[in-house]
């Protein structure tokens, strides 16, 4: 059973009573997305790419089944581009460290050592400034006035998509300090922010419903992010 919040419509100030027949909203709370990715020391952020991905897909071809492409109503959203993606394979860069280990151990294991500190990072930086970009692109207009993130797209997923592997160096500081890297989750957050007010406007204008957004945690994420507390716990009073 989840918690729920309060949804206003656009047409009207009053708040809406959200009862449990309400159907969830595809939002996730900013906040929920920072607390699950500190305490999952940053692992719960590849779900979340995967999950943004696969849910982009669904949402591509689901517009792609209405008949709208990317001149109609829909015009901001790369409908043809994420209903042909392939999420999975993406999910997969994560890994490619991992899978290249038995590698290492070959002849080749010079040239994978190359891939791995050239290609794969420049790689991961498409994957991440492109989904940036593209849910920058979506953030609907306010007042008839688009925001900086949308008019400069690329310029923000860039800036977003570049703060992913900055932050995720700091993880080499010496001491305490590579506690730093977990400032990963704040450009991931910012992008979840983005997406939300996309979702929030389709739900609303585009279904013409009101839906909850789940505010409390599932039991599994509550077992992570107590499991992530003690463990964090154990790393800052036993440093060594």
């Known amino acids: 059973m989840t918690q729920s919040t309060l949804t206003r419509t656009p047409e009207s100030k009053p708040a809406i009573e959200i009862n449990r027949k309400t159907p969830d909203s595809i939002r996730q709370p900013v906040w929920h997305v920072a607390v699950l990715g500190f305490f999952s020391f940053g692992l ?26 990317k001149s109609g109503n829909n015009a901001e959203f790369p409908i043809e581009s994420y209903a042909r993606s392939r999420p999975w394979l993406k999910t997969l860069t994560f890994f490619v460290p991992l899978f290249c280990v038995p590698l290492g151990y070959t002849p080749i294991a010079p040239a994978v050592a190359l891939v791995l500190k050239f290609a794969w990072p420049v790689v991961m930086l498409f994957l991440f400034a492109n989904l940036f970009k593209d849910i920058a692109g979506i953030i ?71 839906r909850a957004l789940r505010t409390a945690f599932t039991p599994l994420e509550t077992i992570m992010i107590i499991a992530g507390a003690l463990w964090l716990g154990l790393v800052m009073f036993n440093p060594n």
């Open 140 to 210: 609907p207009d306010k007042g008839g006035e688009s925001s900086w993130a949308k008019t400069n797209s690329i310029q923000a997923g860039f800036v977003l998509g570049m703060a992913v592997p900055f932050c995720l160096v700091l993880a080499g500081a010496n001491g305490m300090a590579y506690l730093l890297y977990l400032l990963v989750v704040v450009p991931v957050s910012v992008a979840q922010g983005w997406i939300n007010q996309y979702w929030e406007n389709w739900e609303s204008k585009e279904l013409g419903e009101v």
């Open 44 to 69: 719960y952020l590849i779900y979340w790419f995967h999950k943004t991905w696969s849910t982009l897909k669904v949402h591509a071809l689901s517009l792609e089944e209405k008949g709208l492409d």
